[in-house]
């Protein structure tokens, strides 16, 4: 298990899948979680409270990440509250609609962009600053499998943002190395959450089960227990690395 006492964490997109295993692992690991959401106010109450009941401590953000302001507001909000940051998780991020090249307009491709690559890069950078004058702190970003096979139906403008992200935490840990800070990636496959409920289909998911060496989906648990690991020191030496978490289907 790994041992996140007395450190701070803020994880994005943390009300819901994969960002809301992420943050209750962080808090039965023993970190302070700020976490943030955009919609889903509910959820998010209703985490905060059950990671307290649990002798945690935890708190909801309300933020819409592809806006500067509010970033730094919440970054803001979570210092307010725990006095420093030592781990970013930037998760937050989404595939919007699923349409072919033809089909698709420059909007859809610039809303994709920055729910995923302008939300990681200004996490990213409030994180930055806050553990650059410290020199020392961990990010974990969020790609995708998608990233390295070009994306599922109608997903290409997905996958290249996430081919962004990837790019950019290697950019990033090239850049923030010598001040203390180590960046690293996650790329999950197929892993059961609301995502696949809304923009997949059963035949679509047996499909990949099908193909899949290890024969599962993966679970939201499984790609959290990655990313609290190369957020902690055990990763010490690792940098610039996004890691592949699919069960074996794609071998990049
Ligand atoms: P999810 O829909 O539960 O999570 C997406 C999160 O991003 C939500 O919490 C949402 O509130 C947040 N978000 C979206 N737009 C935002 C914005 N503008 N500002 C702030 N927050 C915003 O689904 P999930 O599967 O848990 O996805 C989490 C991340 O994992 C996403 O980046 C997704 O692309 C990535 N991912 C998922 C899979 C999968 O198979 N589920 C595979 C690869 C990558």
């Given at each position: 298990?790994?041992?996140?006492?007395?450190k701070?964490?803020?994880?994005t997109g943390?009300a819901s899948?994969i960002?809301?295993?992420?943050?209750?692992?962080?808090?039965?690991?023993?970190?302070?979680?700020?976490f943030?959401?955009?919609?889903s106010?509910a959820?998010?109450n209703?985490?905060?409270?059950?990671?307290?009941a649990?002798?945690?401590?935890?708190?909801?953000?309300?933020?819409d990440l592809?806006?500067?302001?509010?970033?730094?507001?919440a970054?803001?909000?979570?210092?307010?509250?725990y006095?420093?940051l030592?781990?970013?998780f930037?998760n937050?991020?989404?595939?919007?609609?699923r349409?072919?090249?033809?089909e698709s307009?420059?909007d859809?491709?610039?809303?994709?962009?920055?729910?995923?690559?302008m939300t990681?890069?200004?996490a990213?950078?409030?994180?930055?600053k806050?553990m650059?004058?410290?020199?020392s702190?961990?990010?974990?970003?969020m790609?995708?499998?998608a990233?390295?096979?070009?994306?599922?139906?109608g997903?290409?403008?997905?996958a290249?943002s996430k081919g962004a992200?990837l790019?950019?935490t290697?950019g990033l840990?090239?850049?923030?190395g010598?001040l203390g800070?180590r960046?690293?990636?996650v790329?999950p496959?197929?892993?059961a959450?609301?995502?696949h409920v809304q923009f997949?289909?059963p035949e679509?998911r047996r499909q990949?089960v099908?193909?899949?060496p290890?024969?599962?989906e993966?679970t939201a648990?499984?790609?959290a227990n990655l990313v609290?690991f190369l957020?902690s020191d055990?990763?010490s030496f690792?940098?610039?690395e996004?890691v592949?978490?699919n069960?074996?289907?794609g071998?990049?």
């Amino acid at each position: 298990m790994m041992d996140f006492t007395g450190k701070v964490a803020l994880v994005t997109g943390g009300a819901s899948g994969i960002g809301e295993a992420a943050t209750r692992a962080f808090a039965a690991a023993g970190a302070k979680v700020a976490f943030t959401y955009i919609s889903s106010g509910a959820e998010a109450n209703a985490l905060e409270k059950d990671i307290k009941a649990a002798g945690g401590q935890a708190l909801a953000i309300k933020a819409d990440l592809t806006r500067e302001d509010e970033v730094e507001a919440a970054f803001a909000a979570a210092v307010r509250a725990y006095g420093t940051l030592d781990v970013l998780f930037a998760n937050a991020g989404g595939i919007l609609d699923r349409k072919s090249t033809a089909e698709s307009d420059p909007d859809l491709w610039n809303r994709t962009f920055d729910v995923n690559v302008m939300t990681t890069y200004l996490a990213c950078r409030a994180a930055a600053k806050i553990m650059a004058e410290k020199r020392s702190g961990a990010i974990v970003t969020m790609s995708s499998q998608a990233a390295m096979s070009g994306g599922g139906p109608g997903a290409m403008h997905y996958a290249a943002s996430k081919g962004a992200i990837l790019t950019y935490t290697r950019g990033l840990a090239n850049e923030l190395g010598p001040l203390g800070i180590r960046v690293n990636g996650v790329a999950p496959g197929l892993i059961a959450t609301r995502f696949h409920v809304q923009f997949n289909t059963p035949e679509g998911r047996r499909q990949t089960v099908d193909t899949t060496p290890l024969r599962r989906e993966g679970t939201a648990e499984d790609v959290a227990n990655l990313v609290l690991f190369l957020a902690s020191d055990k990763a010490s030496f690792i940098t610039g690395e996004t890691v592949q978490i699919n069960g074996g289907r794609g071998m990049y």
